[in-house]
T-cell receptor
Framework: DTEVTQTPKHLVMGMTNKKSLKCEQH?????MYWYKQKAKKPPELMFV???????INESVPSRFSPECPNSSLLNLHLHALQPEDSALYLC???????????FGPGTRLTVL | EDQVTQSPEALRLQEGESSSLNCSYT??????LFWYRQDPGKGPEFLFT???AGEEKEKERLKATLTKKESFLHITAPKPEDSATYLC??????????FGPGTRLSVLP
């Protein structure tokens, strides 16, 4: 089973809201990732968790806060977002940081 | 700094018309080169991993090859359902994936 699931599929939020994106995988992968993708652009890496520890933070604004409760789950907490944060947010996982990544279907986020 | 470029930016083919997509890269020590297919509004779908020059991988109508500076994705006798954006990514010893901008492929019936 090479499936990564993400919820919700769509999210609309105001700039003062607090919301969370969720990601889950049951492949026993030990690395998980959050990417942001704007229209007609490639995915941009936001965060990497390796063995449940945040190993890379690509200078993402503090209004995005990742959390890895266990090796199967990954959350992205959102607070005080800006309209320019509207994008497709993708979660991915890999067996370890040095293997191919498998992506979830994404959450389409719209910030009003 | 690791860099990836892809060409062409967009490609329109007639059904059955074979062609190749290019991915050129500069990386400080290649750990792996990855090809993905992405349909609009969906997450990228993993296709292939290539590790060393001379390596080839095949899956249905797709064949990926790798040299020291570039990779090609050959599409043989494409069908309309092959229409998608094809993304190439490299991973060097810096560990992060670096994605190219993608090639948008349209296959017309």
């Amino acid at each position: 089973d090479t499936e990564v699931t993400q919820t919700p599929k769509h999210l609309v939020m105001g700039m003062t809201n607090k919301k969370s994106l969720k990601c889950e995988q049951h492949m026993g992968h030990r690395a998980m990732y959050w990417y942001k993708q704007k229209a007609k652009k490639p995915p941009e890496l936001m965060f990497v968790y390796s063995y449940e520890k945040l190993s890379i933070n690509e200078s993402v604004p503090s209004r995005f806060s990742p959390e890895c409760p266990n090796s199967s789950l990954l959350n992205l907490h959102l607070h005080a977002l800006q309209p320019e944060d509207s994008a497709l947010y993708l979660c991915a996982s890999s067996q370890d940081p040095y293997n191919e990544q498998f992506f979830g279907p994404g959450t389409r986020l719209t910030v009003l | 700094e690791d860099q990836v470029t892809q060409s062409p930016e967009a490609l329109r083919l007639q059904e059955g018309e074979s062609s190749s997509l290019n991915c050129s890269y500069t990386v400080s020590g290649l750990r792996g080169l990855f090809w993905y297919r992405q349909d609009p509004g969906k997450g990228p779908e993993f296709l292939f991993t290539l590790y060393s020059a001379g390596e080839e991988k095949e899956k249905e109508r797709l064949k990926a090859t790798l040299t020291k500076k570039e990779s090609f994705l050959h599409i043989t006798a494409p069908k309309p359902e092959d229409s998608a954006t094809y993304l190439c990514a490299v991973q060097g010893y810096g560990q992060n994936f670096v994605f190219g901008p993608g090639t948008r492929l349209s296959v017309l019936p």
